[in-house]
């Protein structure tokens, strides 16, 4: 394990990883902080159960790198980090637990501040802030923005639009048939807003319980996880965990687009990236689509505190950073992954030329 993480953290300048245990509550997490540049590592606390720590290791480190990139292009003032605890959410999970990761994440000083994920809650959130302030994600009694999963969802739908617009000439969504990968909190909101805008949806997901409300209450098509891939639609829209656009499922697609909240999308960024290229497939990158959570999140830390009206207007422009993407890709040749890394890249030099001079 040793080599291979070290050398992904020195070819992408990872500034620090830190394994968390506490064996009286049974924590194991790992905390990974890629970039301070332009603020404190940000990002949200996942928990799931790892094939192996050292995947769990290889996850946080690859979340991480996307939060530098995500704040970046999004135009906010934070550095990329993320966690991941070991374990079952719906079993292991505890006051103890998620007490002791609090005083974890006190330790470093500010260094690093979190917020929900996959596997994490809001309620999760309030019982950290009880042991370290160094939250973002907080509920609205907290002084937080609540439930970001409706901003992160029309963020990526917006992402969506933008790329309607680039394959079919206009940003309509209506009569489009789109195959909906994952029902958790940002997917279930999306399938709203899909559906609201005249889209077709097929949907799936591993819970069955999920997908028989959205079979109920929506009367969307559900077809199993594995199937999802080889649906006869225009958008491939994934909303669950990452590494699924891959050498084995590109071949299976049918699309034009791929466009949804997942993060790091591509198993192998810049293969896959080209892969889809290659078969003349428009995507969203993931972390300018997913970013309409963060932005809701962080309002409040701008002067005058949370303003909604200006977090949500903040999110829309979402459409445009989207549209800035593809015009940079296409100024330079290069694929829309590539275009959204220079484009944060840029702003992160920008910046720190300034603060270099000032």
Known sequence: ???????YM?????????????????????????????????GGTRMWTYASEEAAIMDALHLA?????????????????KA???GNSKRDKSE????????MINQLGGEYQTGEDVGTTLEDMEIIYSETDHLVTLPVHCGGAGDIAPATALGSVEA??????????APELKGRRVALQ???AVGWSALGMLLEQGAEVVVCDTDQEKVARAVKDYGVQAVSPAEIYDQDVDIFAPYALGGIINPE???????????GSANNIFADEERDAAALDGRGIVYAVDYVANSGGTILDTDRFRKGGFQPERAMANVRTIFKRTEAVFEIADREGISAYLAANHMAEARIEALNRVRLLG
């Open 160 to 169: 969506m639009r933008a790329c309607a617009a680039r394959v079919w000439g």
């Open 10 to 42: 020195r070819r992408y300048n990872f500034k620090k990883l830190v394994l968390c245990n506490d064996s009286d509550s049974g924590l194991r997490a790992v905390i990974a902080i890629h970039s301070t540049a332009l603020g404190p590592a940000t």
């Open 84 to 86: 991941v605890i070991i």
């Open 65 to 81: 790198r996307g939060m530098t990139y995500k704040y970046a292009a999004a135009g906010l003032d934070f550095g990329g980090g």
């Open 182 to 184: 994952g029902l958790g």
């Open 96 to 103: 103890a637990l998620l007490r002791a990761f609090g005083r």
């Open 1 to 7: 394990m040793d080599a291979p993480v070290f050398d």
């Open 249 to 259: 499922t590109i071949p299976r697609l049918k699309v034009k687009i791929v466009a």
